[in-house]
């Protein structure tokens, strides 16, 4: 089996498990004090991967945001900010979109065989647009992110990218936050939508942290051996690899 990076999926939800209120208007999910923390997990990341839907709705930067972490990267050699990475089958995708114009991180976009054309006129100027084949496929994907050089990723969503992540088993580690308060609308995005997770009823997964942070709840789970072993050095004070 080819090496692929460490992988972290990250995510805030209601109660009821939605990632948005349904309608037009961003939903605050967090609060600062999480939004710093995730700011720390995404500096200590190689790349960060949003789906196309996530760039066309939300319109991210996936930027670090503190200065005081990007100078840290970049005494160590490191770009201030991750790379950005997204997945798209029709390359919809605006070039003028802040996933392509915010900061100076390199952008990596992995689109169909039969965009690919399509995906080299629209973003081929602010972008490295890459073949994924006839379906991009999220194992292959960080198989060859692992080739770039990517040993840490962070994953951001959305919920279909969440559902590809997860039933595909190469998730290392899920950090989930839960906002105090409920949705209720139908026609909001869940975290993720139907599919065939490893982890069920007959399998659980590993609960390794719970954490209040105001008035949110983290919640990380170990889903790999990888993700228990670097756990366990954190608690020991071993310097992770």
Request: charged share 25%; aromatic share 6%.
């Amino acid at each position: 089996m080819a090496e692929r990076p460490y992988t972290l999926l990250s995510c805030a939800l209601s109660l009821d498990g939605y990632l948005d209120a349904g309608t037009d208007d961003r939903l605050i999910l967090s609060n600062a004090d999480d939004f710093a923390r995730v700011d720390a997990v995404r500096a200590d990341s190689d790349a960060v991967l949003v789906g196309a839907a996530t760039v066309r709705h939300d319109n991210p930067r996936l930027l670090v945001r503190s200065p005081a972490l990007r100078a840290r990267r970049v005494e160590s050699d490191l770009p201030a900010t991750p790379a950005k990475v997204t997945l798209t089958r029709r390359a919809d995708l605006d070039p003028c979109a802040a996933f392509f114009t915010a900061g100076e991180a390199n952008r990596l976009v992995y689109c169909t065989s039969g965009s690919l054309p399509r995906a080299r006129r629209r973003l081929g100027d602010v972008a490295t647009v890459i073949d994924g084949g006839r379906q991009v496929g999220v194992r292959w994907l960080v198989e060859d992110l692992h080739r770039r050089g990517v040993r840490r990723l962070m994953v951001e969503g959305g919920a279909s990218v969440h559902t590809q992540f997860l039933t595909a088993d190469i998730v290392d580690e899920l950090q989930l936050v839960v906002a105090p308060f409920f949705v209720g609308n139908p026609h909001a995005h869940r975290f993720v939508g139907a599919g065939r997770f490893p982890f069920h009823p007959g399998r659980r997964a590993t609960l390794a942290d719970v954490r209040p942070i105001g008035d949110v709840v983290l919640l990380r789970y170990a889903l790999s051996s990888r993700c228990a072993a670097e756990m366990r050095e954190l608690a020991t004070g071993s310097p992770r690899p």
